[in-house]
């Protein structure tokens, strides 16, 4: 239980992979942490994580309820690619399940945990912020934390990063909508309980993509747009009806933005800084954002460990420099992807074309497992790259 006459030394905003990987890292080096979350709320999100992950961050394999071994890309003319991952998996997380077994842990390493909606930061004492909230059932009460760092890791609409850090409110972001389905039985419409299913159609999203993902007994089928107007659920509709997947039991459908591009900065330069999807840090093209959340949760526990210790605010812009650091390249090349590849159906229908190229599909599973560019097989690269120019000029076939 949290007592508002105390001071942390760091309160979370935010329990999702971020904010919960953050609580946690900083309670098991002995610094005194609150994690402020809302109580129900449930991610939209396809659920997607590497392997990788499953290391650097001591996730146990019984958390992952489903393991996709292959992806199915789908053009505008409806030419599926297969992408069999060779030796590899996608792994599936429910996220009510995820998220919350990262919050206990958290908890269990020593971080309070406090339910309630953040409602603003106000700064009376020197050194001290004090995080307002209201807890549930309180509407006319506002409750208090007293801290000596922040860290907001409150979504893509962050009302920390609107607050504390400028021009944050102006992000771009992408719309997702997806509905969590029963699985069908084995063998129903076109759906393989181990295969992701990818969509670069129009009509499924004009400047994303629609997926369709397993989860064991459920699965997730969605669509992303940043096109105003543009009809995400009769996209889904659509979407289940071509896959046959209309009769399937709805257990829930969930709307998120998504951002689309990390901010430019993540701390307010005084005793703040951003995790997740509030700094923005979910993949272009692909729009994964568990483990890049649950990295950024990581540096700014670190960068807010080192402010603890030192008192220099300086430290805290540190998590955005290591995270670019080691990310910025792969994030440059997604974005390049999705804005010229994603840009017209003639330029899609392209696109899955080079998928079906073994060394593009090697490349592409090696970066996705592991979160690095692979820089190994210099002539693998050298055959994408003239490939990839010949569809640029328009000399191979669509």
Known sequence: MSDQHSVYDAVVVGGGPAGATAANDLAKTGVKVALLDRAGRIKPCGGAVPPCLLREF?????????????????????????????????????????????????????????????????????????VLYRAPGQADEVAEL?????????????????????????QKNVFAYHEVIRSPAAGSGSFDPTRCDIYYQNHVSPDFYGWIFPHGETASIGVGSARKGFSLRSAVRDLRAAAGLSDCETIRGEGAPIPIRPLKKWD?????????????????????????????????????????????????????????????????????????????DNRRERFVKMCADPDVQKLTWEAYMNKKLVRARPGAHLRIFFQDLAHLLGLARP
């Open 58 to 130: 001591d996730i146990p394999q019984t958390l992952i309820v489903a393991h996709a071994l292959s992806a199915r890309i789908i053009a505008p003319s409806n030419r599926a690619v297969d992408m069999p991952i060779d030796g590899g998996f996608v792994g599936m997380v429910d996220r009510e399940v995820f998220d919350e077994w990262l919050r206990q842990r958290a908890y269990t390493a020593g971080a309070d945990r406090v339910t309630g909606t953040f409602l603003g930061i106000r700064r009376d004492d020197p050194g001290i912020a004090t």
């Open 146 to 170: 007293r801290t000596r760092a922040v860290i907001g890791a409150d979504g893509a609409n962050s009302a920390v990063a609107r607050q504390e850090v400028p021009d944050a409110g102006k």
């Open 268 to 344: 307010n330069g005084r005793d703040v800084v951003l995790a997740g999807d509030a700094a923005g840090v979910v993949a272009p093209a692909s729009g994964e954002g568990i483990y890049y959340a649950m990295t950024g949760g990581r540096l700014a526990a670190s960068a807010v460990g080192e402010f603890l210790v030192t008192g220099n605010a300086k430290a805290l812009a540190k998590a955005r420099a290591e995270f670019l650091r080691s990310h910025r390249m792969v994030f440059w090349v997604l974005g390049a992807l999705q804005y010229f590849w994603y840009s017209t």
